[in-house]
């Protein structure tokens, strides 16, 4: 179903790209050899280069090049095996030199897509028109003085991938599953920590509308540096509002960098039009151009990790479990590690059940993540194999994971320490049973003149008598054996 | 050929250099001149000749991902104008 905002004159439609920045995980700076690792003391993390001394030569970081090489192979895209660096003039305070080192006529990474997964089961293709190295600037601190802003040039250098999206996206449901998309492809290659918080990830979001059925693109306007997904989502429906309203009242949308307050839900014209983009962009002549073999790029494929994607489909084929089970699963590449030791030479339907429910379920109770959880993979692989053999039965083992999680214990010393073992013996299962029928008489009455709920209650007596341990299958068949003598 | 007046107040604000209003008219004329000198290389033909970029000779030397710089903030703070403890500081810039 398609995405669409009812104004005045009717309906429109969302045209929507986004350009989001990833810092790209490396030691040192793109072209210097100072620390690109977030944090450390005020300029601290600085070279002579990233300061824009005189003189200084940037030299390229092989590390930040492979990284880019990776991510585009992860958007299936094309990989440019000519690339060159820019420079994109302006001024601004934590920008030293005056310009940025960027690719503008030839990027490394050239079009690739995004396939993303939409609430009600569909996928769309999101197309990537680009990807490209580029500097990060430092930072500006505003709240120190009344008269001054300061300085901090630890980020400025470091390297950042600017991946720049086709105006495919069509709803902010959409534009947030790309982005999720994006980050969890990252976070599988290993070339950006996709921390949003951290600044590591951020989006500018291109917007537009138009009448459904229109050709072509009306003007667009940029929210710039938008630093959550639920914040790029928001902003999407504001301006594309606010534009309407424009268009509606017979105005003509400006082109324009556009800011989004959260707090105040709306978007603020940011730069004036005066000072419009002229940026002057012109080959680095500090940088000769970047030259890079095939038989490398295979090097780097070959060596990637298997992508989301890949992984859902095996999930589903090896383990049999749902495609949205293998959605969740594979959502974050530490939970499907888990998952496929957990699952692994023990009863996979098991291992998925446990897993998405009570597993996760401790985990939300204890606020842990993955990484350190409570309960290892083997653990809970062990506590499987206790109901597989019939040890335990399921809900006793609910109780033993909730001890697991507190004590740290495995499962066998806790099942030995509370005797928690199922009891399997008959006779032990049908005195227990024979006490239950005599003491409610009337209701095994009830049940015989028809009342077939009443078997529930039985079980459910005979199992709180026996403390939770008698085996379900054999209480189920002693059960309707007694009961229909 | 001069440049006019708009295009050289423009280039000035772009590259943030004050100009008096004096000044205008001779740098237009002084810009112009310049770009007619460039532009007797329109005058050859380069039909199917490729951009060149560098020599082609030589490829980038790439550095290792390795820390090899950094602490040396009185160093990179040594051309400030005005510092204040670790960090330089810039008349305030208002967004």
């Known amino acids: 179903m398609s995405y669409r905002i009812t104004g005045n004159t009717g309906e429109w439609e969302i045209v929507v790209g986004l350009e989001v920045h990833a810092q790209v995980i490396s030691q040192a700076k793109l072209f210097s050899g100072a620390s690109a690792s977030y944090g450390g003391e005020p300029n601290t993390h600085v070279s002579l280069i990233d300061a824009g001394f005189p003189g200084m030569l940037p030299v390229l970081n092989q590390e930040c090049v492979a990284q880019a090489v990776r991510t585009g192979l992860g958007l299936n895209a094309q990989i440019n095996l000519f690339s060159r660096f820019d420079r994109k003039n302006y001024f601004y305070a934590d920008l030293p030199t005056g310009y940025q080192i960027s690719q503008f006529a030839h990027p490394i990474v050239g079009e690739g897509k995004v396939l993303v997964d939409l609430a009600d089961g569909s996928t769309r293709e999101i197309g990537v028109t680009r990807l490209h190295l580029e500097q990060d600037a430092g930072k500006s601190i505003h709240d120190q003085d009344p008269t001054r802003s300061f300085i901090d040039l630890n980020r400025a250098g470091v390297a950042l991938m600017e991946i720049v999206s086709e105006p495919d996206i069509r709803s902010p449901e959409e534009a947030g599953a790309y982005l999720r998309k994006l980050r969890q492809i990252l976070r599988y290659i290993d070339t950006c920590d996709g921390n949003m918080e951290e600044g590591s990830m951020r989006a500018d979001v291109n917007v537009s509308v138009r009448k459904p059925g229109e050709e072509g693109y009306r003007t667009r306007c940029e929210i710039k540096n938008v630093n959550s997904i639920r914040y790029v989502m928001q902003s999407i429906e504001v301006e594309a509002q606010r534009q309407i309203e424009i268009w509606e009242a017979g105005g003509e949308v400006d082109q324009e960098t556009r800011l989004f307050d959260h707090v105040r839900s709306e978007t603020r014209s940011l730069r004036s039009k005066e000072d419009a983009h002229d940026y002057r962009y012109f080959p680095d002549p500090d940088l000769l151009p970047l030259i890079i073999e095939q038989s490398w790029v295979d090097e780097l494929e070959a060596a990637l990790p298997e992508l989301p994607e890949a992984k859902r489909d095996r999930l589903e084929r090896e383990y049999g479990v749902s495609r949205y089970e293998a959605s969740v699963l594979t959502a974050e590449q530490a939970v499907a590690d888990f998952y496929e030791t957990v699952a692994k030479g023990a009863d996979a339907r098991l291992a998925t059940n446990w897993m998405l429910g009570d597993f996760f379920a401790a985990l939300n109770r204890t606020g842990r993540s993955i990484e350190d959880s409570p309960v290892s993979a083997e653990g809970l692989r062990e506590l499987l194999s206790l109901i597989s053999d019939s040890t335990i039965n399921g809900k006793i083992a609910k109780e033993v994971l909730e001890d697991m999680v507190e004590t740290g214990e495995s499962a066998s010393a806790i099942v030995e320490r509370k005797g928690l073992r199922q009891v399997t013996d008959t006779g032990a299962i049908e005195s227990s049973i024979r006490d239950i029928l005599a003491a409610n008489a009337d209701k095994v009455a009830e049940f015989k003149s028809g009342k077939d709920k009443l078997f529930g209650f039985f079980v459910g007596q005979t199992m709180k008598a026996m403390k939770g341990k008698g085996n379900p299958a054999l209480v189920n068949e002693t059960l309707k054996k007694l009961l229909s003598e | ?95």
Do not use: H
């Not at chain 2, 050289?8 to 004329?29: F, H, M, N, Q, Y």
């Not at chain 2, 082609?56 to 030397?61: D, E, H, K």
């Open chain 2, 1 to 95: 050929m001069s440049l006019d007046a708009k295009t050289v107040t423009r280039i000035a604000r772009l590259a943030r250099i004050g100009l008096e209003p004096g000044e205008v008219d001779s740098l237009g004329k002084d810009m112009g001149s310049i770009i007619d000198w460039v532009e007797q290389l329109n005058e050859v033909d380069v039909t199917d000749v490729p951009p060149m970029i560098g020599t082609g000779l030589a490829t980038p030397r790439l550095r290792e991902d390795r820390v090899t710089d950094g602490n040396r903030r009185d160093d990179v703070l040594s051309n400030a104008p005005d510092r204040e403890g670790p960090f330089y500081t810039v008349p305030k810039v208002v967004e």
